[in-house]
Every structure is written in C-alpha cells, then in structure tokens.
C-alpha cells in the first residue's frame, strides 16, 4: 500500500508560482503513475495532470497545460506540482493520487494542500 | 461545469437502498468502463469506494454497488446507515484529450 504525505499549506500572491510535493513510501516509486487534483471550496474533483515516474513523462489537463508542471526525484520517491501565474480562483485544496492505470481510479490519496490565494 | 451529471442531493432513511446515477456522453462512460466512485466526508480526503464500474477495493462494504448502462453508470448503496452520509463523486476516464473527468458530487442524507 502506497502513503502519500503532502507538504503544508501555503498562501501566495496572484500573479506568483506554488510548488507543492508529495513523498511517496511503501512500494516501488517508479511502478507506478501519481495524479494531482484539485477541490475549490464547496466545489468537485479536478484532475490536472499526471506523472509516471518510471518514463518520466507527464500528461496535463488541457486547463492547465500552459501553468502547471509536474516533476518527480526518484532519489527521494517525491512528486512535485508546479502552478504558476496564480489566480484567485486558484484558491483550493490540492491533492496528490495514486492511479491505478490498469483500473483507471485513484486509489491512493494524500492528505490535501490547502493553496490560498489572496492579494 | 462538470462534465458528468449528477443529482445534488439524494436522501434515504436507516436500512433502505438509494441510486446516485451519473450522467456522461460517449467521450467518457459510453466508451470506457473505467468508472470509478469516491466518497467524501466533510473536511476528510476522498475515498475511493467503486472502481472499473463494479469492483470494490479490498475492505469496501460490499452494501456499495456499481453498474453501467449506455453513458449513464449509477452507485447503489443499500442498508443506508447513518455513517454513510457524505458527498458521493463519480469519475470517468475520457481518452488522452481530458483524461479524467469528474461529476459535480451528490451529497447523500440519511433522514
């Protein structure tokens, strides 16, 4: 079984960048493929992109293509996710997902990234 | 806007069965059975409950049930219990163009 533990929470200006990671224990780090996704307060599941370590290849939802860049380090089995020229509607909590690709679910959840975005 | 649909809201009392059904087109349900459910209590991380339509991860109440007909899956949850009150999402996945697409939630209440 996977864990999933989240860096803390964080409060930027519209305009800058966040970088947000995820340390992954309990299995083999480049086996599998991690997801970040998104909840704005009150709000659904967004799925912004994905990284499978192993190929160190990354897809990205359209929405976000052009702002976010997800990275991983096999030295320290940790993801990263990248959101740059942040807006107020950025403000939401930020999740990082374990994908089952052969299920195509999420089986595996960190414990959210509160990102607040305020001027 | 989601694109999956889903009621805002279903309620039931203690024991009985509801359906959450989930709405989406042939980009996503209609083509894929990669379909998955998750809940969410208030404030907690989701959980995933239902995966590949009807499977159920190890230590998942088997009171949770999956389904598919055309583009539309649905979530049974029979036996309602008080415990069981919490925002339900479905997810589809939608080919590499949008990848994985979610409803807007159905908040469930047990009366």
Redesign the interface.
């Known amino acids: 079984q996977v864990r999933l533990v989240q860096s803390g929470a964080e409060v930027k200006k519209p305009g800058s960048s966040v970088k947000v990671s995820c340390k992954t224990s309990g299995d083999t780090f480049s086996d599998y493929s991690i ?1 970040w996704l998104r909840q704005a307060p009150g709000q ?4 912004m ?2 990284i499978i370590p192993m190929f160190d290849t990354a ?1 990205y ?2 929405k976000f293509q052009d702002r976010v860049t997800l990275t991983a380090d096999e030295s320290t089995t940790t993801v990263y996710m990248e959101l740059a020229s942040l807006r107020l509607d950025d403000t939401a909590m930020y ?1 990082c997902a374990k994908l ?1 690709r052969l ?5 595996s ?4 990234t509160l990102v607040t975005v305020s001027s | 806007q ?1 694109a999956l649909t889903q009621p805002a809201s279903v309620a039931g009392s203690p024991g009985q069965a509801i359906t959450i059904s989930c709405t989406g087109n042939t980009s996503d349900i209609g083509t ?1 059975n ?1 379909v ?1 459910w ?1 809940q969410q209590h208030p404030g907690k ?4 409950i239902i ?2 339509v009807n ?1 159920r ?1 190890s230590g998942v109440s088997n009171r949770f049930s999956g389904s598919k007909s055309g583009s539309t899956a649905s979530l049974t949850i029979s036996g309602l219990q008080a415990e069981d009150e919490a925002d339900y ?1 479905c ?1 589809s ?1 939608a080919g ?10 159905t908040w469930v209440t047990v009366l």
């Open positions: 997801s659904t599941l967004e799925w992109g994905g897809d939802a359209h999740f089952n299920a195509g679910s999420f089986d959840w960190g414990q959210g | 989601s894929f990669f998955s998750y991380v989701p959980k995933l995966y590949e499977k991860p999402y997810c996945y590499t163009s949008l990848s994985y697409v979610f409803g807007p939630g």
